[in-house]
């Protein structure tokens, strides 16, 4: 791994800890907060790709694992993965990795397309993971917690939609696009 990639991932998982600045936004419904850590996640692996982003959203999440409060609302811990944003929380990296792949997989990405996978990949893949595990911790049936996710659509439909634009333009600089054009290379290579 190169010094250059290290310090993107390095980058991004800093850029989580600091949308986890920003306080969550608490219902009285749901234990499950509205946090801006989504957006993060879309922009892990909308920029640095499939494996960069993955790694970035892995890291943050080993680090709020060993007790750092990066989590909004000054979490941390091991407990956060027990409980009823666990889901969530673990469906990151599996998150930025899809959304990776499937930008790499585009020959020449625009915005609406960038839009689309964020819309239906992205914010639809944390749904799938983090929904049962927050039925099964909060021991309620899976429509109950789909009922309770429902608030957080249009929250996260503009930070997709906010998310889609960054990318867009990030990808368009030259150092974000040498960074794709470096790790498509290697994914190419190791294929080979």
């Known amino acids: ?18 949308l986890g600045i920003v306080p ?8 499950v907060p509205i946090t801006l850590q989504t957006l993060g996640v879309l922009l892990a692996g909308g920029v640095l790709g499939a494996r960069l982003g993955a790694m970035s959203q892995t ?11 990066l989590l909004s609302g000054g979490r941390g811990g091991f407990g956060v993965f027990v409980g009823p944003s666990a889901g969530y929380i673990i469906s ?23 839009l689309f996978i964020n819309l ?16 099964l911790v909060m021991h309620i049936s899976l429509l109950n ?10 929250g996260d439909v503009l930070k997709a ?10 990808r ?8 794709q054009a470096s790790s498509y290379a290697s994914n190419v290579n190791k294929n080979i």
């Open 1 to 18: 791994m190169k010094i250059k990639e290290i310090t993107f991932v390095a980058m991004f998982a800093a850029f989580m800890g600091a």
């Open 24 to 31: 969550p936004i608490f219902l009285p419904f749901t234990p």
């Open 59 to 69: 890291v943050f999440l080993l680090l709020v694992a060993t007790g750092v409060p």
């Open 92 to 114: 990151w990296p599996i998150t930025a990795f899809v959304i990776g792949y499937l930008f790499s997989r585009i020959a020449n990405l625009k915005l609406h397309h960038v």
């Open 120 to 135: 239906t990949v992205g914010i639809l893949l944390i749904y799938l993971i983090g929904i049962p595990v927050q039925a």
């Open 145 to 154: 917690a789909i009922k309770l996710s429902l608030v957080f659509v249009p």
């Open 161 to 170: 939609v906010l998310a889609s634009i960054l990318v867009y333009r990030l």
């Open 172 to 179: 368009k600089h030259p150092v974000f696009s040498r960074l």
